[in-house]
């Protein structure tokens, strides 16, 4: 079938469960942000934009595990800032393992091969030579690492562990010249390519996760699908990118660009995910077959943004992950308190200006799943889709120019320059890149503005931390 039985069986189970009660309001998946620091400052991400005072600040694992619990969402997705950043995420993914719940790990993918090694010295033995023989083959990892991984851990460290209940979530928006340019950084692709393919060799699952901006090219969307398809990679998450305050004002602000210049309208939206079926069928796309339908502009669906609330530093957000009007300390006051009528689209009318073009799935796959907007046949499209055979590798995506052209080792910075007046150089943040380093830093904040120093102050922390470790 399509996804794991095991896991579509506990999603089933919590939303029949619900629904017997009647209960009005429940969580699906917990969108849980540890921290929002970042290693990275890719170009449209509000996160670390909106959030850049608050780049100290981390959860504590208590209270992290503890959301999990209030809300009980089956599914936590653990995103950020950069989650693998978090000093205590080892415990945190296993923490919310034990509680049941299924885990993605939301990465930009840079530190996840450093913990996939954590996990191979946490069980060396002479049995792992042949995969580390193999890891050498393949490059995935170097032989001082070999070295490093050979000699053990010496203490009882939680690791991250390959699990049927946990996903790695890799951010990918496309092939390596957009995707490094939206990454605002070379080598990144190159890098997720390798974590992905270690994960898969060592058993993990792995998604991809993908956000479509106005101008991303849908051909280039499918060759993506089709070289991670050919590296067995277990899903696609994909959405449009929305034009959230945040993002926008740093568009404005620090790239000298016009919001409606990078970010999808509706009708936008349905003319990029007009294929979106058809790569449903191709692929494994996240979703269900509804929201699916809604991307392509074949039906309405209403906002059930309570279902996939979002966690963090400062609360529980309301009313989206994308919109903030509040926060509040508990998910079943903000459920309470929020007059959830003032959001969304409605038959074509917005009813809050702000969700006038969003379609995002942390909206709308919810009420998919939910039956929201209900139409005969729903619930048979969505089982149909759901236990159909999955998608087949792709093994002649191996052939896809996937590093195309902007790398370590082949003059990205050159390359770069050159095609920086270049309206696809333009679109996919190549003039950022380089003016973000020209402009004189104006405010004090975090790496959304350009300034790193707070960031690198914290990771600099973290380092010592790490050394000091027993
Ligand atoms: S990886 Fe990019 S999109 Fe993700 S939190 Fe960091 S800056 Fe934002
Ligand atoms: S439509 Fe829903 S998810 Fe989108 S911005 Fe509005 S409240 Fe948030």
Known sequence: MRFPLALTAKIAKHIIKHKVLRTPKFALVLQLEPLHTCNLTCTGCGRIREYSTSLKDMMSLEDCLESATECDAPMVSICGGEPLIYPKIEELVNGILAQGRIVYICTNGMFMRKKMRDYLASIYAPEVEPK??????????????????????????????????????????????????????????????????????????????TTVY????????????????????????????????????DMVKRLHKQPEDFFLTRKMTREKFAKIEEWGERFTIFG??????????????????????????????????????????????????????????????????????????????PSGALGTNYQPGDTWKNIKYNF???????????????????????????????????????MNGAQSAFSRREEPHTEGGGCGTGDTSQRDDLLGKIAVDKKNQP
């Open 132 to 209: 580390l023989a193999k890891l050498l083959e393949e490059k995935l990892i170097t032989d001082k690492e070999a070295g490093e991984i050979r000699k053990g851990h010496k203490d009882n460290r939680a690791v991250i562990k390959p699990s049927k209940w946990q996903y790695w979530n890799v951010h990918i928006d496309g092939l390596e010249y957009t995707h490094d340019l939206i990454v605002e950084r070379e080598g990144v692709f190159q890098e997720c390519v390798l974590a992905v393919k270690m994960a898969k060799l060592l058993g993990y699952q792995v998604a991809t996760n």
């Open 388 to 426: 159909s055979p999955k998608p087949k590798p792709y093994s002649a995506g191996a052939r896809v120019d996937a590093f195309n052209g902007v790398s370590v080792g082949k003059g990205h910075l050159a390359e770069a320059r050159a095609a920086i007046n270049s309206p696809r150089a333009a």
């Open 214 to 249: 106005k101008e991303t090219d849908v051909k280039e969307l499918e060759q993506m699908f089709e070289f991670f398809s050919s590296l067995e990679v277990d899903g696609h998450t994909i959405s449009p990118g929305y034009e959230y305050d945040a993002a926008k004002k």
């Open 288 to 365: 269900t077959t509804v929201y699916q339908e809604f991307l392509a502009g074949k039906r309405e669906l209403t906002c059930t943004a309570w279902a996939i609330p979002t966690r963090n530093v400062k609360g529980w957000k309301a009313p989206c992950y994308l919109m903030t009007d509040g926060h509040y300390p508990h998910y079943q006051e903000m459920l309470a308190k929020v007059d959830w009528n003032k959001y969304g689209v409605v038959d074509g009318v917005a009813r809050d200006p702000r969700c006038e073009n969003c379609m995002v799935h942390c909206g709308y796959d």
